[in-house]
């Protein structure tokens, strides 16, 4: 089986009705990103950081994975297919895809505050106090100034890939967006995203210009 490997971004749950960063003018959910995705952001207000958090992680319960999602599932039949996703939700995973790394961290899980024990939480909240191997629990999310422990796995299922695929993401947020580096020379690259990406103008590059849903259809229908 080829090995077919996915890059997701916010625009691959954007049908879901997740928001994305690019589309808010430096907020996330009405807030400065400095303020709730940052390292310093959360020493600065725990409080906030973590209900924060806990909003959207509630809110995450009732999203559902959309066709995009769906498809890539399906492809499973055809490829040895690896997702790579900044996203921090579990869409993917409810879809039904099976090899899943989440760059950013997972909103379903909490960690310490030194990130090495790592639980399952679904969609509860995390209080003040509540505390894992001693420390305050906190959102298990890499934050901007963190750093991004599943990269190395990440770059290694990129070099091996036959195919490559990017979806929805705007390629500016690194490391991820170094990725489309590690690719093989004359692997195809296909870029599903309505809007203009800035990547490296490769001559192996397609760009689909749709959203998450109709372009994964016409991939589909590009890899029969």
């Known amino acids: 089986m080829k090995k077919l490997v996915f890059l997701t971004g916010a625009g691959m749950s954007k049908e879901s009705g997740i928001n994305t960063f690019r589309d808010s003018d430096g907020l996330w959910e009405n807030y400065p990103v400095e303020d709730v995705a940052t390292i310093e952001g959360y020493y600065r207000n725990k409080q906030l950081v973590l209900d924060f958090y806990n909003n959207m992680r ?80 906190r959102p298990f999310i890499v934050w901007f100034g963190e750093g991004v422990p599943e990269m190395s796995k990440a770059m290694k299922l990129v070099q091996e890939a036959d195919i490559f695929v990017i979806i929805g993401t705007s390629m500016v947020v690194y490391p991820a967006a170094g990725l489309i580096d590690y690719v093989s020379p004359n692997v195809p690259i296909y870029l599903i995203d309505p809007a203009d990406v800035k990547v490296p103008m490769y001559s192996n590059i397609k760009h689909i210009k749709k959203g998450a849903s109709e372009g994964m259809k016409e991939l589909c229908q590009l890899l029969k």
């Open 58 to 137: 509630a809110g995450l319960e009732s999203k559902q994975p959309n066709e995009g999602h769906r498809l890539i599932h399906e492809l499973e039949d055809k490829f040895e297919v690896s997702v790579i996703t900044q996203n921090i939700d579990n869409l993917h995973e409810r879809a039904g895809s099976t090899h899943v790394v989440h760059l950013h961290g997972e909103l379903t899980k909490a960690c310490n505050e030194d990130k090495d024990v790592v639980e399952e939480i679904g969609y509860r909240p995390i209080k003040m106090g509540e505390q894992i191997a001693g420390q305050q629990s």
